[in-house]
């Protein structure tokens, strides 16, 4: 339990070392013997970790098909370079699996070819297969990408990081954005640095009957902060106003009024985007469909998951439709507006497209969006459907063949077995009934019917496409869980596809777990010892 703990809670292993920690155990039990530092560094910690690879290799041999994640990352002790890779799959209660693999060693230069090496290392370490491997979803870092091209997996950009170049390249292309943000970014600074000016702003915010509320720094990595500088700044603008005018040294920081459009601008452009977490905390399912600012809603809802809950819940499948909805209502030009909010939103949705069309992604994603019982077709062309209804089928039919491939090799008896079957008697003849009577005759008719491959796939889309769509809010895996008898056949298409991730957040995620366990304090842990520790702190269970 000592170890699990350390584990989980990535705790340094010089704990077991502490007089505290000790007399805390010796409390509940004044006979355990705590055992030493070496101990748990060198036989407990490998012993669990082998233990959890056992159970991590069980449960990923039960996936038919997976798709994957991951990335690259230096510890800020000492700079070593890992790579993370997770795998997420849908098992056979419908359940969607996220599964980190831990963080592996790189020092080689990380060319296409090391990186190509490397990710097929990760899938022969755990007996996966390549040909199951349905997608990856990376960044869009040149190496990574040549290196999926080489090992010709189908890759998959992520959306997140998309968006993030869309937004902060439309920002880059106006040039009336680079003084308006240098000007927040001092602004900010000159009162994050002065708690006097701070101390002054509270009292212009109760003079002036304005929300007391504190300026907000952004970040670089993060596009959505840069919004929320802006409009934390057009708030207070008159609070600002008064303390600067008051202090001589930051009075040349008062912003134009031209200042203010391109703040104001900004603001407009991203706010639909990046206003999450204010629309998240509303009630209830919303009813999209019928009133359109409920449009808005639905895609930050969905945004949400693709960026930050995306190991829980289906995310690929919403890709083609929240594309189609920035391209027609978010992110379309509208007269009312301002020039430069209609250039951002322009800029940031033509960035967006660009980076994905792919056709082999396109098709993959819009395949993912049919199997989804929330859109189908609702969002594609009547060609685009037409097409994707055609790769449907095929899938379908490679599911039969492989299923009757594999129950006549199951069911083909050896020599032994037959010469042993020879000698057994034959078994007692059962009584009839009168309900058997009518089944065999039952039987009979459906034997009389024989559907080919594609017919039995064409009759499953075609009653699958009749369905009522499933409510937005709903999810689709326990539709699935609850319709999957009723189409066996897309039943296992839709696993397929639904657990491509539409990020690569997991991966990024595994570093947050990781930068737990390489910290100054620990800046001597083996490579080795820090993916056992990564990957226990992600993967291990309560000891039963």
Same mark, same amino acid.
């Given at each position: ?193 002065? =708690? ?26 993060? =596009? ?32 134009? =009024?031209?200042?203010?459009?391109? =703040? ?281």
């Amino acid at each position: 339990m000592v170890t699990y703990c350390i584990a989980k809670d990535s705790l340094p292993l010089r704990i077991v070392e502490k007089d505290r920690f000790k007399r805390m155990l010796k409390e509940f039990d004044s006979r355990y013997q705590l055992p030493s530092r070496n101990y748990i560094s060198r036989v407990s910690v490998p012993g669990l970790y082998m233990e959890t690879v056992q159970r991590v290799k069980e449960k990923l041999s039960s996936a038919s098909y997976f798709a994957s994640t991951t990335d690259m990352w230096s510890s800020i002790v000492g700079l070593r370079p890992y790579m993370s890779y997770t795998i997420h799959f849908i098992d056979e209660e419908w359940n969607l699996q996220s599964i980190s693999l831990g963080t592996h060693y790189l020092p080689e230069d990380h060319t296409a070819t090391i990186l190509g090496e490397a990710m097929e290392s990760v899938l022969q370490e755990w007996d996966l297969k390549a040909e199951h491997q349905v997608a990856i979803t990376t960044d869009n870092g040149a190496n990574i990408v040549a290196a999926a091209t080489q090992l010709s997996w189908t890759r998959v950009s992520c959306f997140g990081h998309n968006l993030h170049l869309g937004v902060t390249k439309a920002i880059d292309r106006e040039s009336r954005c680079s003084r308006a943000l240098g000007l927040a970014h001092k602004i900010v600074s000159s009162f994050s640095m002065s =708690w006097k000016r701070r101390r002054e702003l509270e009292k212009a915010q109760r003079s002036l009957s304005i929300h007391e509320h504190s300026l907000i720094s952004d970040c670089k990595t993060r =596009w959505g902060s840069t919004q929320k500088m802006l409009e934390r700044l057009v708030e207070q603008e008159p609070t600002i106003r008064v303390v600067l005018a008051s202090d001589r040294k930051v009075s040349h920081l008062i912003p134009t =009024w031209q200042d203010m459009e391109v =703040w104001k601008s900004i603001n407009e452009a991203l706010a639909p985007l990046a206003d999450f977490t204010d629309v998240m905390s509303g009630n209830g399912a919303l009813d999209f469909f019928f009133l359109n600012i409920y449009i808005y809603i639905y895609i930050i809802i969905i945004i949400i998951v693709f960026i930050h809950i995306g190991e829980k819940y289906v995310t690929s499948s919403a890709f083609v439709p929240i594309l189609k909805l920035l391209s027609e209502d978010v992110l379309k030009e509208k007269e009312e507006d301002a020039t430069l909010t209609n250039n951002l939103r322009s800029s940031i949705l033509t960035d967006l497209l660009q980076r994905n069309l792919q056709p082999q992604v396109v098709e993959l994603l819009q395949v993912s969006s049919f199997t989804d019982p929330r859109f189908r077709c609702k969002y594609l062309d009547d060609d685009e459907a037409e097409n994707v209804i055609s790769l449907v089928r095929l899938d379908c039919v490679e599911v039969l063949l492989r299923s009757s491939d594999a129950s006549e090799s199951s069911s083909t008896p050896s020599a032994a077995s037959s010469s042993t079957a020879s000698t057994l008697q034959p078994p007692a003849k059962k009584r009839r009934t009168l309900g058997s009577l009518f089944k065999s005759g039952d039987a009979n008719k459906a034997a009389a019917v024989v559907l080919s491959p594609e017919e039995k796939a064409n009759n499953e889309t075609e009653k699958y496409r009749a369905e009522e769509l499933l409510d937005p809010d709903d999810d689709p895996l326990k539709w699935w869980k609850l319709n999957g008898r009723k189409y066996p056949l897309l039943s296992e298409v839709a696993k397929k596809y639904l657990a491509i991730p539409a990020t690569s957040s997991p991966s990024e995620r595994l570093f947050s777990s990781a930068g737990n366990i390489v910290t100054p304090l620990r800046n001597s842990l083996d490579p080795m010892k820090v993916h056992m520790l990564t990957f226990l702190a992600t993967n291990a269970e309560l000891p039963k």
